[in-house]
């Protein structure tokens, strides 16, 4: 499906510009209901897209509501509304998560607390789901996004709006990889091998959420979403290799001297 026009709004700070990132979020989802359905009636029960449509939609006008909003706020308002507003198992996924992960931006939005707030939202997603990656669900787009994230700011020292783009990047993989892999969690997984072959919608949507994002993010800093993927910019550090050989070297040497006693 296309993607949606982009919604105008003054952004006064970090909480305004989160406000604007879920009203995107919101267009973008309704924009794409058919679609998320569409993928969700071959593998699932037809709802995804309705659910995430109706409940983002009234996620993004619990936000709007909100005086001075400020970004752990705005996270955990929207949480609240998805867990009552959105059926299944996505409302807690989605929405549950991130009401806990909003309590790292109760400084602001930064690189670091961006970081924080990634890697509690995929932690609990993982614990309220029990999947991983490779069970054909939104872990296999939300997992490679976070650690693409985190590298890129914490590793290759990557400007944030670059780092964004290149954990979008590897969402979009993450869903392509769900197609040609059998679903071992929820609905899907009763397929079994049937499930082969078919798009994971929680993965998709996932996605979705991400792009907007990063729209969100360029529009606020007045800057074109870079043009880059996920693939790392830096070599492996150098020392870290030296590291490892030593550790590898001394492994074999107690192995030597072992067999010689």
Do not use: C
Not at 17 to 37: I, K, N
Not at 47 to 75: I, Q, S, Y
Not at 113 to 120: G, I, K, L, Q, S
Not at 124 to 139: F, L, N, P, S
């Amino acid at each position: 499906a296309g993607r949606h026009s982009r919604v105008e709004r003054p952004m006064s700070g970090d909480g305004e510009a989160v406000v604007a990132a879920v009203e995107r979020v919101a267009e973008r989802l309704e924009a794409e209901r058919d679609h998320l359905t569409q993928l969700d009636s071959a593998i699932g029960d037809a709802d995804h897209g309705g659910n995430m449509a109706r409940g983002w939609a009234k996620a993004a006008e619990a936000a709007g509501d909100l005086d001075d909003p400020d970004p752990e706020t705005v996270a955990k308002t929207v949480g609240k509304t998805l867990m009552s507003e959105v059926g299944g198992a996505s409302g807690p996924l989605f929405g549950g998560s991130l009401v806990f992960a909003g309590a790292e931006l109760a400084d602001g939005i930064s690189a670091e607390t961006a970081v924080a707030f990634a890697e509690t939202y995929l932690a609990k997603v993982e614990d309220r789901g029990d999947a991983r990656v490779g069970d054909q669900t939104m872990i296999d787009a939300l997992l490679p996004a976070v650690h693409t994230f985190k590298k890129s700011i914490e590793t290759d020292d990557r400007p944030p709006l670059e780092a964004l783009a290149r954990a979008t990047d590897a969402a979009e993989r993450g869903v392509a990889f769900t197609v040609p892999i059998r679903a071992r969690k929820g609905r899907a997984s009763y397929l079994g091998w049937r499930s082969v072959g078919h798009q994971d919608p929680g993965a998709t949507s996932t996605l979705f959420i991400l792009e907007e994002l990063l729209e969100t993010a360029a529009d606020r800093l007045d800057e074109p979403v870079p043009d880059v993927d996920a693939t790392s910019p830096t070599i492996p550090d150098e020392d870290a290799n030296e590291s490892e050989d030593t550790k590898d070297a001394d492994s074999d040497e107690a192995t030597t001297a072992e067999g010689e006693e």
